[in-house]
């Protein structure tokens, strides 16, 4: 656990030069057992549907300085003693406070309508949705949420992650502190460890980015007043 970063194999080389023979194979084994990540192969997450619109990405040198200005999503994989779960969130990006979650057992996008409107419901309207060219979030029903709304829609680049990097630090982040330290069995206690470690995330977890300020802490304060330099960064892509 010292080490959640290495793989089987760079995991077998430093036991090695500690003094543990031990193979590839039992550390891969005992890996599995821990759940640390390196074991599973990733599900694919973001494919794209050759018959959705591709909408153009908006962020390209964008000062994001107010809450609902841009919020952002993503759909990852929770592994689980047996198989794995999908989760969706939808992140302030001026804040990161995450405004709604959704699990599901499929990659339908259902799951990532009910976690948007949820949101929509919550904290009203951004001015800009970015979102990355997954199936889910170029399907008719996720877009015409977001036009019904008002809610300019912004897409990633293929390939292109640093777009949506946001999120993808928050996915890191929460399977560091919560997923990879419990043995989760069923769903219904992944739910309620999720749900502990947003609230935690969101009130409670000093922000490095915010000098140790909360991200909802963040999202509630309103914007950044004239002549004070953002909070975060300004997003620049290639």
């Known amino acids: 656990m010292e080490?959640?970063?290495f793989g089987s194999?760079?995991?077998?080389?430093?036991l090695r030069d500690e003094g543990h023979l031990v193979g590839r194979g039992r550390v891969r084994r005992l890996m599995r057992k821990m759940g640390l990540m390196a074991i599973y192969q990733k599900p694919r997450t973001s494919d794209p549907h050759p018959q959705h619109k591709i909408y153009p990405y908006l962020l390209r040198n964008m000062?994001?300085?107010?809450?609902?200005?841009?919020?952002?999503?993503d759909i990852t994989y929770i592994?689980?003693?047996?198989g794995f779960l999908y989760l969706v969130a939808i992140m302030d990006w001026h804040s990161r406070?995450?405004?709604?979650?959704?699990l599901s057992n499929t990659m339908e996008a259902d799951f990532c309508v009910?976690?948007?409107?949820?949101?929509?419901?919550?904290?009203g309207e951004p001015e800009i949705f970015n979102?990355?060219?997954g199936s889910q979030f170029t399907s008719y029903e996720f877009t015409k949420t977001l036009r019904d709304a008002g809610i300019r829609i912004s897409m990633d680049g293929r390939g292109r992650w640093m777009d949506n990097v946001m999120i993808e630090r928050l996915?890191?982040?929460?399977?560091?502190e919560c997923v990879y330290l419990r043995e989760l069995e069923t769903g219904s206690e992944l739910r309620s460890a999720l749900a502990w470690w947003f609230n935690f995330y969101n009130n409670r977890r000093p922000h490095k980015t915010f000098d140790g300020r909360k991200p909802m802490e963040i999202y509630q304060s309103g914007p950044i007043p004239e002549g004070v330099p953002p909070l975060g960064w300004t997003h620049k892509a290639a």
């Open 9 to 14: 194999r760079q995991m077998r080389n430093i």
């Open 79 to 82: 592994p689980m003693k047996r």
């Open 97 to 102: 406070a995450v405004l709604s979650w959704r």
């Open 131 to 133: 979102t990355d060219q």
């Open 3 to 5: 080490l959640p970063f």
């Open 171 to 176: 996915w890191k982040s929460l399977k560091y």
């Open 63 to 73: 000062k994001i300085t107010k809450p609902n200005q841009v919020w952002c999503t």
């Open 114 to 123: 009910v976690a948007l409107e949820d949101a929509i419901n919550r904290y």
